[in-house]
Protein backbone atom coordinates (compact mmCIF):
# COMPACT_ATOMS: atom_id res chain seq x y z
CA UNK A 1 0.00 0.00 0.00
CA UNK A 2 0.98 3.33 -0.62
CA UNK A 3 1.36 6.48 2.02
CA UNK A 4 -1.33 8.99 1.56
CA UNK A 5 -1.98 12.36 3.57
CA UNK A 6 -5.89 11.91 4.93
CA UNK A 7 -7.69 15.93 5.37
CA UNK A 8 -10.09 16.38 7.99
CA UNK A 9 -12.26 19.52 6.24
CA UNK A 10 -14.10 19.76 9.45
CA UNK A 11 -10.77 21.02 11.25
CA UNK A 12 -9.61 22.68 8.01
CA UNK A 13 -9.25 26.59 9.36
CA UNK A 14 -8.21 27.38 5.70
CA UNK A 15 -5.56 29.29 7.39
CA UNK A 16 -2.80 28.00 4.63
CA UNK A 17 0.33 27.23 6.54
CA UNK A 18 0.26 23.95 4.75
CA UNK A 19 0.44 25.27 1.36
CA UNK A 20 3.10 27.83 2.73
CA UNK A 21 5.26 24.47 3.87
CA UNK A 22 4.46 22.84 0.88
CA UNK A 23 6.33 25.29 -0.97
CA UNK A 24 8.98 25.52 1.14
CA UNK A 25 9.90 22.30 1.67
CA UNK A 26 9.90 21.55 -2.27
CA UNK A 27 11.67 25.04 -3.07
CA UNK A 28 14.73 23.70 -0.46
CA UNK A 29 14.97 20.30 -2.15
CA UNK A 30 15.41 22.23 -5.44
CA UNK A 31 12.56 21.07 -6.92
CA UNK A 32 9.68 23.17 -8.60
CA UNK A 33 8.38 26.08 -5.88
CA UNK A 34 4.83 25.33 -6.52
CA UNK A 35 2.52 24.01 -3.65
CA UNK A 36 1.64 20.52 -4.07
CA UNK A 37 -1.38 21.29 -1.78
CA UNK A 38 -4.23 23.30 -2.27
CA UNK A 39 -7.38 24.85 0.23
CA UNK A 40 -10.69 25.13 -1.71
CA UNK A 41 -13.15 27.82 0.34
CA UNK A 42 -16.47 27.38 0.06
CA UNK A 43 -18.04 29.90 2.24
CA UNK A 44 -16.80 29.31 5.32
CA UNK A 45 -15.83 25.87 4.60
CA UNK A 46 -12.13 24.97 3.77
CA UNK A 47 -10.94 21.88 2.30
CA UNK A 48 -7.28 20.67 1.57
CA UNK A 49 -6.78 19.12 -1.95
CA UNK A 50 -3.96 16.27 -2.15
CA UNK A 51 -3.03 13.93 -3.77
CA UNK A 52 -4.49 10.92 -2.72
CA UNK A 53 -1.61 8.45 -3.93
CA UNK A 54 -4.00 6.02 -5.71
CA UNK A 55 -2.84 2.11 -6.08
CA UNK A 56 -3.91 2.57 -9.90
CA UNK A 57 -2.47 5.92 -10.64
CA UNK A 58 -4.42 6.86 -13.69
CA UNK A 59 -1.43 9.99 -14.02
CA UNK A 60 0.76 7.01 -14.30
CA UNK A 61 -0.97 5.17 -16.90
CA UNK A 62 -1.46 7.83 -18.97
CA UNK A 63 2.07 9.97 -19.02
CA UNK A 64 3.48 9.13 -22.47
CA UNK A 65 7.52 9.53 -21.03
CA UNK A 66 7.03 7.53 -17.88
CA UNK A 67 7.32 11.11 -15.48
CA UNK A 68 5.10 9.54 -13.05
CA UNK A 69 5.72 6.32 -11.20
CA UNK A 70 4.27 3.69 -8.73
CA UNK A 71 6.96 4.25 -6.18
CA UNK A 72 7.48 1.76 -2.51
CA UNK A 73 5.57 4.41 -0.76
CA UNK A 74 4.07 6.81 -3.12
CA UNK A 75 3.57 8.13 -6.62
CA UNK A 76 6.26 9.72 -7.84
CA UNK A 77 6.61 12.47 -10.33
CA UNK A 78 10.36 12.94 -12.27
CA UNK A 79 10.51 16.47 -12.89
CA UNK A 80 13.16 16.36 -15.20
CA UNK A 81 11.26 13.46 -17.08
CA UNK A 82 7.82 15.65 -17.23
CA UNK A 83 7.39 17.46 -20.47
CA UNK A 84 4.42 19.40 -19.80
CA UNK A 85 1.87 17.45 -21.78
CA UNK A 86 -1.14 17.73 -19.32
CA UNK A 87 -2.39 14.70 -19.90
CA UNK A 88 -1.94 13.40 -15.98
CA UNK A 89 -3.54 16.80 -15.54
CA UNK A 90 -6.61 15.33 -17.48
CA UNK A 91 -6.12 11.86 -15.91
CA UNK A 92 -6.57 12.76 -11.84
CA UNK A 93 -9.90 12.08 -10.57
CA UNK A 94 -8.75 14.44 -7.73
CA UNK A 95 -7.40 17.72 -9.29
CA UNK A 96 -4.45 17.25 -7.55
CA UNK A 97 -1.83 17.62 -9.99
CA UNK A 98 -1.22 20.95 -11.27
CA UNK A 99 1.12 22.96 -13.93
CA UNK A 100 4.56 24.62 -12.05
CA UNK A 101 5.35 27.79 -14.00
CA UNK A 102 8.76 28.10 -12.86
CA UNK A 103 11.74 28.47 -14.65
CA UNK A 104 14.38 25.98 -13.77
CA UNK A 105 14.60 22.05 -13.29
CA UNK A 106 17.22 21.23 -10.52
CA UNK A 107 18.42 17.27 -10.70
CA UNK A 108 17.82 15.93 -7.24
CA UNK A 109 21.27 15.23 -7.18
CA UNK A 110 22.54 19.17 -7.84
CA UNK A 111 19.65 19.83 -5.45
CA UNK A 112 21.68 17.69 -2.50
CA UNK A 113 25.19 19.61 -3.30
CA UNK A 114 23.32 22.79 -3.36
CA UNK A 115 24.77 23.34 -6.76
CA UNK A 116 22.65 24.94 -9.35
CA UNK A 117 24.86 24.07 -12.11
CA UNK A 118 22.57 21.18 -12.65
CA UNK A 119 19.69 23.87 -13.57
CA UNK A 120 18.12 23.26 -17.18
CA UNK A 121 16.34 25.74 -19.07
CA UNK A 122 12.34 25.11 -18.27
CA UNK A 123 11.67 24.47 -22.44
CA UNK A 124 14.47 21.77 -23.12
CA UNK A 125 14.49 18.69 -21.37
CA UNK A 126 16.92 15.87 -22.24
CA UNK A 127 16.32 17.58 -25.89
CA UNK A 128 12.46 17.04 -25.57
CA UNK A 129 11.12 20.63 -25.86
CA UNK A 130 7.54 21.47 -22.84
CA UNK A 131 4.89 23.02 -24.31
CA UNK A 132 3.88 26.03 -22.85
CA UNK A 133 6.82 25.86 -20.76
CA UNK A 134 5.30 24.20 -17.76
CA UNK A 135 6.03 20.89 -15.79
CA UNK A 136 3.39 18.78 -13.68
CA UNK A 137 3.56 18.93 -9.85
CA UNK A 138 2.31 16.31 -7.51
CA UNK A 139 2.30 15.25 -4.29
CA UNK A 140 5.79 13.28 -2.94
CA UNK A 141 5.14 13.08 0.88
CA UNK A 142 8.13 14.89 0.68
CA UNK A 143 10.28 12.17 -0.22
CA UNK A 144 12.31 10.69 2.30
CA UNK A 145 12.16 13.57 4.86
CA UNK A 146 12.31 12.07 8.45
CA UNK A 147 9.64 13.77 9.95
CA UNK A 148 7.22 13.32 7.44
CA UNK A 149 5.47 15.82 4.91
CA UNK A 150 5.91 19.23 5.93
CA UNK A 151 1.93 20.04 5.71
CA UNK A 152 1.29 17.41 8.09
CA UNK A 153 4.14 18.97 10.54
CA UNK A 154 2.91 22.49 10.44
CA UNK A 155 -0.78 22.29 10.00
CA UNK A 156 -1.96 23.92 13.89
CA UNK A 157 -5.19 22.15 13.68
CA UNK A 158 -4.17 18.82 12.99
CA UNK A 159 -6.75 18.30 9.69
CA UNK A 160 -3.92 16.65 7.86
CA UNK A 161 -1.90 13.82 8.94
CA UNK A 162 -0.09 10.30 7.48
CA UNK A 163 -2.09 7.44 6.59
CA UNK A 164 0.15 4.31 6.45
CA UNK A 165 0.29 0.64 6.89
CA UNK A 166 0.13 0.68 10.51
CA UNK A 167 -2.11 3.18 10.69
CA UNK A 168 -4.57 1.62 8.47
CA UNK A 169 -4.33 -1.90 10.14
CA UNK A 170 -5.32 0.13 13.47
CA UNK A 171 -7.80 1.70 11.94
CA UNK A 172 -9.20 -1.64 10.51
CA UNK A 173 -8.97 -3.41 13.66
CA UNK A 174 -10.91 -0.90 15.82
CA UNK A 175 -14.04 -0.61 13.07
CA UNK A 176 -13.62 -4.78 13.56
CA UNK A 177 -14.06 -4.73 16.91
CA UNK A 178 -16.78 -2.33 17.52
CA UNK A 179 -18.67 -4.21 14.54
CA UNK A 180 -18.34 -7.55 16.63
CA UNK A 181 -19.13 -4.91 19.74
CA UNK A 182 -22.35 -3.86 17.99
CA UNK A 183 -23.92 -7.36 17.67
CA UNK A 184 -25.60 -7.98 21.36
CA UNK A 185 -27.71 -11.02 20.28
CA UNK A 186 -24.86 -12.94 19.66
CA UNK A 187 -23.15 -14.60 22.51
CA UNK A 188 -20.07 -14.76 21.32
CA UNK A 189 -17.82 -13.92 17.91
CA UNK A 190 -18.33 -16.94 16.48
CA UNK A 191 -21.32 -17.18 16.45
CA UNK A 192 -22.44 -20.20 18.10
CA UNK A 193 -24.95 -20.58 21.06
CA UNK A 194 -24.69 -22.59 23.89
Given amino acids: MTRFIY ?86 PFGAIVLSVSTKVVSADAAAKGDDAGAMPLNVNAGIPKPNGKIAVKCDLCGSAEKGPACVQVCPTKALFLVDDKLMRKSVNAKRAAAVNFMPFMENPGGKKG
Fill in 7 to 92: ANPSLCSGCDACVDACTESHKTRGLQDQARITIVRNGDASTPVVCRQCENAPCAQVCPVGAITIGKQAIELDEEKCIGCKFCVIAC
